[in-house]
T-cell receptor, first 112, second 112 residues
Framework: RKEVEQDPGPFNVPEGATVAFNCTYSNSASQSFFWYRQDCRKEPKLLMS???SGNEDGRFTAQLNRASQYISLLIRDSKLSDSATYLC?????????????FGTGTRLQVTL | GAGVSQTPSNKVTEKGKYVELRCDPI?????LYWYRQSLGQGPEFLIYFQGTGAADDSGLPNDRFFAVRPEGSVSTLKIQRTERGDSAVYLC??????????FGPGTRLTVL
């Protein structure tokens, strides 16, 4: 079983739609959680951190459920520019290092 | 300011050859990470440096892979006797004291 699992998609949605991505992780000792965005043939860029209390950044809302080991990302009022791959990321501290473990990513295509 | 830079951006080599991939982290960032991203997958951790020393090299797939960071800044990932399965995008990231990781644009390695 992969440490971080995501539906690879693609999710094809019209402009203005609301879309939600989910992710599960297997290591209960994981300590920090993030969503990264990756455009085609580009490097991953941090979109937002994810907290148990839930956090919002404009049209983006992220949520963490530690009991279920589940992370979500909600995008409201989708824009064409939101088309990208969204990577669910878990950070685990080993004492000497903080490693990021990435899911395979969920591809989003927003259309007119 | 300048972000993480990686050279070359593309490298094509023949099976069995030796390659070196270079990473220039953000100035002042003490932590440096190497990841490998295969097509359709998320980045996979290879090795982490804190300063000059490799704090965690558990992600290196075998002894053909080696990385150095002799002066605590620039790092070189070295791959000996390349195999077709080594073809991937090699990403470097840096962070300040284990905080947010910023990724470089990657080196696309193709082994023929």
């Amino acid at each position: 079983r992969k440490e971080v699992e995501q539906d690879p998609g693609p999710f094809n949605v019209p402009e203005g739609a609301t879309v939600a991505f989910n992710c599960t992780y297997s290591n209960s000792a994981s300590q920090s959680f993030f969503w990264y965005r990756q455009d085609c043939r580009k490097e991953p860029k941090l979109l937002m951190s994810v907290y148990s209390s839930g956090n919002e950044d404009g049209r983006f809302t992220a949520q963490l459920n530690r009991a279920s080991q589940y992370i979500s990302l909600l995008i409201r009022d989708s824009k064409l520019s939101d088309s990208a791959t969204y990577l669910c990321v878990v950070k685990f501290y080993t004492g000497t290092a903080s490693k990021l473990t990435f899911g395979t990513g969920t591809r989003l295509q927003v259309t007119l | 300011g300048a972000g993480v830079s990686q050279t070359p951006s593309n490298k094509v080599t023949e099976k069995g050859k030796y390659v070196e991939l270079r990473c220039d982290p953000i100035s002042g960032h003490t932590a440096l990470y190497w990841y490998r991203q295969s097509l359709g997958q998320g980045p996979e951790f290879l090795i982490y440096f804190q300063g000059t020393g490799a704090a965690d090299d558990s992600g290196l797939p075998n002894d053909r892979f080696f990385a150095v960071r002799p002066e605590g800044s620039v790092s070189t990932l070295k791959i000996q006797r390349t195999e077709r399965g080594d073809s991937a995008v090699y990403l470097c990231a840096s962070s300040l004291l284990g905080d947010t990781q910023y990724f470089g644009p990657g080196t696309r390695l193709t082994v023929l």
